[in-house]
Structure formats: C-alpha cells, structure tokens
C-alpha cells in the first residue's frame, strides 16, 4: 500500500518505521523539524510510570515496562539504566503503600526487569544523595528505569525509517485530508491508500481544519522542565508536598533535570516554561535538597505539549493510554507515551492489516 504518515514524532516515526518494514510504500509528513516538539520535550525516561499503578492502569504498565527493555537492549549508545531513589519522610506517603506500588512494578516487568527494589537506610541514602534533606528521612526505596536522549533516539529511528525507504518530508506542513486518502500539502496533493494521523496535540486540529469528524477530544497539557546544576549520580522521585503529584529530579548529561509540571492548555498557546511553573518546580526542588537554588540558577527550561486522553478532572491523573479510531481510508492516533510508540505503531500496523 501507498500510505502517508503525518507526524514526525516519536509515534509517527515508529509507525513509518514499522510499516515500512511490513513493505508498505511509507511518506511522512511533518511541518516542522523531526522530533523538534513533545518528543523532545520529554522528562528523557523510559519507564513504566510508577504513579499509574495507584490509578490501576496495569496493561499500560505493563506493555510500558516491556517496551523500556527493548529500548535500552537494541540502542545502548542512546540509553541507559538508572538508578532511582524514592525517599520517604514522615510527612509522606506510608512505607507499606509505596512498597506494594514497587512489588507489583517488579511483577509486571517480569523477565523484562532491570533488578528488583530494595529499601535503604538514612545513612544509605545519604550517601547515594548527600544533598537530599536528612531531617525526618526514615529511608528510600531504590530502583530502576531507563534514561534516554530522546532526540538522539528519535533521530536514530529516522534512520531505520529511511533505511527501509520511507520518503520523509520535513518543513512540508499538512493543510487537509480527506477521508478518500487525499492529502494537500502547500505544495501539492497527493492521493494514498491509507493516512496515518498521528499529529499529537495537532491531530484534532487537522481533523476539523479537514471537516473530517471524529468523536475523540484530547486535553492539552503542558509539561515543562528546569535545567539546573549537577546533583547526584542517581535519580530521585519525590513526592510534592500537599499535592497527589510527583517530580523527578534526575541527572542528565552533567546538569540536573527537574520536571514536570501539568498545566492544561489550548493549541494556540505558547509552549514555554511559565515563570509559575519554574517557581513551582524550585519550590519542590529546594523542599527536598539543600543548598536551595533560585532562579539565577536556572541553566535553562524546556516545555512540551502532551496529547492526554480526556476523561479526568486533574490533569496528573489523564490516561496516558492511547486511542486508535479510523474513518474511511484515514486512520487517527490519539494519547499514548514516549516508552510505547513502538507497542502503538504495532496496532497501527494491524489496523492497516485490517
């Protein structure tokens, strides 16, 4: 088949990359630069996501958990383990609970595990975390997930892409589909067997500019991250005080990431950090560590637009689930995350299968 895939994303480049591998004749579309939007703007882990499990999204766990060991297993040179420290303190959530979150985590990555949890000493974590706060530290709980350079990464699947002779264009925006397989660029049109749309934030603005109706509504949220001086070796995820919320705090590359932050959004809003969220990511940060940074510290800041499904009031508890729906020859993605673009792009395989 002759099929057209717009995004140029994480989730469309695995979708090209996957059906060009069944011997499908693949172009991509994107309007800008290949992974130069959410994809790049993630929080560079690949992971199960720990805090889902209290919303019981297991099968997405799961199928999460399974895909990080592939990442780390087939590009080491864009990956690594990472050891992850979650401290507990007397103001924070109960040992026994967090601990049943960490059994069931090792439970669900099976075989695909990187080394089961344990508990550490105060004096334990300190010295894996000499800046973290020792007053009312009763001990952490260590585990592991997997680091990426998300940019580099991406970019490495483009090459698998074009290896298999996807035809990728970039800087060639989409301005309507339809629901025969015509698709109008600024340049031309062109007709395919089957449209992948996997636009991200962008996916239900092409639907309607289209007048192509699907009944799927995403919500906007907006993640941002400070870059702020090195640390510690390991990673930290902590919870934020007075909020059923969590932020890593992670090495990456010398510096120390901090995110992320949760803001809903419309699609014509800037996607930048906002000097509330620095101050709010600063404020969980020097909650925990010692000595404080201010602003002045900050190296940098980076935000991304994630596509949620919606259905929650609380943008931390949206379903990072993804939806697949079709109409006529154009196939639409909706939701979905970083770690399980290839777990989507094998759907999107099967429903071009039919």
């Known amino acids: 088949m002759k099929i057209a895939v717009i995004g140029g994303?994480?989730?469309?480049?695995?979708?090209?990359?996957?059906?060009?591998?069944?011997?499908?004749?693949?172009?991509?579309?994107?309007?800008?630069?290949?992974?130069?939007k959410t994809s790049i703007a993630s929080t560079k882990l690949l992971h199960g996501g720990l805090r889902?499990?209290?919303?019981?999204?297991?099968?997405?766990?799961?199928?999460?958990?399974?895909?990080?060991?592939?990442?780390l297993e087939q590009v080491p040179g864009f990956t690594r383990r990472l050891p992850i420290l979650y401290p507990l303190y007397e103001h924070t959530r109960p040992r026994?609970?967090?601990?049943?979150?960490?059994?069931?985590?090792?439970?669900?990555?099976g075989q695909k595990g990187l080394g089961r949890h344990r508990w550490l000493t105060p004096k334990q974590v300190q010295r894996c975390s000499?800046?973290?706060?020792?007053?009312?530290?009763?001990?952490?709980?260590?585990?592991?997930?997997?680091?990426?350079d998300d940019h580099a990464l991406g970019?490495?699947?483009?090459e698998q892409c074009e290896s298999l002779g996807v035809n990728i264009l970039e800087h060639t925006p989409v301005k309507h589909i339809s629901i025969d397989g015509l698709i109008t660029t600024t340049q031309k049109s062109e007709q395919f067997d089957r449209i992948i749309n996997v636009a991200g934030p962008w996916s239900v603005q092409l639907l309607e500019q289209s007048d192509v109706e699907f009944k799927?509504?995403?919500?906007?949220?907006?993640?941002?991250?400070?870059?702020?001086?090195?640390?510690?070796?390991?990673g930290h995820l902590l919870e934020v005080p007075n909020e059923e919320r969590v932020v890593f705090v992670l090495p990456f590359k010398g510096e120390t990431l901090v995110g992320t932050t949760e803001v809903r959004q419309v699609i014509h809003d800037p996607i930048?950090?906002?000097?509330?969220?620095?101050?709010?990511?600063?404020?969980?940060?020097?909650?925990?560590?010692?000595?404080?940074?201010?602003?002045?510290?900050?190296i940098r800041t980076?935000?991304?637009?994630?596509?949620?499904?919606?259905?929650?009031?609380?943008?931390?508890?949206?379903?990072?689930?993804?939806?697949?729906?079709?109409?006529?020859?154009?196939?639409?993605?909706?939701?979905?995350?970083?770690?399980?673009?290839?777990?989507?792009?094998?759907?999107?395989?099967?429903?071009?299968?039919?």
């Open 52 to 71: 889902y499990l209290e919303h019981f999204e297991f099968r997405l766990v799961r199928e999460a958990l399974h895909e990080r060991k592939w990442w």
């Open 130 to 148: 000499p800046l973290l706060k020792q007053e009312g530290l009763t001990g952490a709980y260590l585990f592991a997930d997997g680091q990426m």
């Open 272 to 298: 930048q950090c906002s000097d509330e969220e620095k101050h709010y990511l600063l404020d969980v940060y020097n909650h925990y560590f010692e000595p404080d940074y201010n602003a002045q510290d900050i």
């Open 216 to 234: 799927q509504q995403l919500d906007l949220v907006r993640g941002s991250h400070l870059l702020l001086p090195h640390v510690a070796k390991f």
């Open 96 to 109: 026994w609970k967090i601990k049943i979150g960490m059994m069931l985590y090792d439970w669900l990555a």
């Open 155 to 158: 970019l490495w699947v483009a």
């Open 302 to 354: 980076f935000a991304g637009l994630r596509p949620l499904l919606t259905g929650s009031e609380m943008a931390s508890r949206a379903s990072r689930e993804y939806k697949i729906l079709s109409k006529g020859k154009i196939i639409s993605v909706f939701g979905g995350k970083w770690t399980t673009a290839r777990a989507l792009a094998r759907e999107v395989v099967r429903r071009v299968k039919g």
């Open 9 to 36: 994303g994480i989730n469309g480049l695995c979708c090209a990359w996957l059906l060009a591998e069944q011997g499908h004749a693949v172009s991509l579309f994107e309007s800008d630069a290949l992974m130069g």
